[in-house]
């Protein structure tokens, strides 16, 4: 039994010397300050977290997943800081520790580059926000509103509704279109109206078509001018301001708008036409 507690089992320390009274009082001494900076450090990171939330809540103009992405990273600093605080409370040496998971952080790095890609840029689509909640954009070619945001990957909701998941490595590689961007947008339309038609009569009515939409905007001032003398008409190049949310249906109603008043007014819409002659 002596030979057994004069046993070295860690730094020069035996069986012994681990069953004093001086050892337990210090080890349990030890186990209630772990407990106590587990409990402090884990409550303060639900703490700030809570707190870097509210910011993003009570300022209605601030992104949301700005303010919860920033929070999370706060909590789990705050708690890799707490286990650090733990090891040292027992002895262990830290900065073998940090070291190690450094190693380790370098391996993983290296067999999740991919996945750290898109993490990397979901971080920067986060942090600059080109794109928002509910803009509807147009990704490497695809098109849609945008219905999420996460670090890996950037979900659409297509003009079908269909949902479509990008890597956030493609979207923040990508070219990205805005239509949302921006409050108005620039609608244009080309019309041919005949080379025998009065065009101040012809102008007069595409400006009146389309200025009584309410939707239509004066100011900018709208472009209606002669752009083109093609081979069988004379095209308008119209020009009109209107908000970016109503782009689309606007566009295609004046469209219509337009053509029904040309032939209300009579104004000869042409088309081209080809002449066959048989030889005799």
Do not use: C
Not at 114 to 139: E, H, K, W, Y
């Amino acid at each position: 039994m002596e030979k057994l507690l004069q046993t070295e089992i860690w730094q020069g320390k035996t069986v012994a010397d681990f069953l004093t009274v001086d050892f337990l009082l210090s080890t349990v001494g030890s186990i209630l300050a772990a407990i106590a900076i587990l409990i402090v450090g884990w409550m303060l990171s639900a703490w700030l977290q809570r707190r870097i939330r509210a910011m993003g809540l009570k300022h209605a103009h601030l992104d949301d997943m700005l303010f919860d992405f920033l929070s999370s990273i706060v909590r789990y600093v705050v708690l890799g800081f707490t286990l650090l605080f733990v090891l040292n409370t027992f002895g262990v040496q830290t900065t073998s520790v940090v070291a190690i998971i450094g190693a380790a952080g370098l391996a993983i790095g290296l067999a999740l580059q991919g996945t750290l890609s898109n993490i990397a840029a979901g971080v920067m689509l986060i942090l600059f926000r080109p794109i928002r909640l509910g803009d509807f954009v147009d990704v490497g070619g695809t098109m849609g509103t945008v219905k999420a945001i996460t670090l890996n990957f950037t979900e659409l909701a297509d003009v079908s509704n269909v949902q479509v998941i990008i890597p956030n490595s493609q979207v923040w590689g990508n070219v990205i279109t805005n239509y949302s961007s921006n409050p108005t947008r620039r609608a244009e339309w080309t019309f041919g109206v005949g080379y025998g038609v009065n065009l101040a009569d012809a102008e007069r009515i595409i400006r009146d078509t389309i200025m009584a939409d309410p939707r239509s905007k004066s100011d900018p001032e709208p472009f209606i001018q002669v752009n083109n003398l093609g081979a069988s008409s004379v095209d308008f190049l119209v020009r009109v301001w209107v908000d970016a949310a109503e782009f689309f249906a606007y566009q295609a109603d004046m469209k219509r708008a337009v053509k029904e008043a040309l032939d209300a007014g009579d104004i000869d819409i042409p088309f081209p036409t080809t002449t066959i002659v048989q030889a005799s």
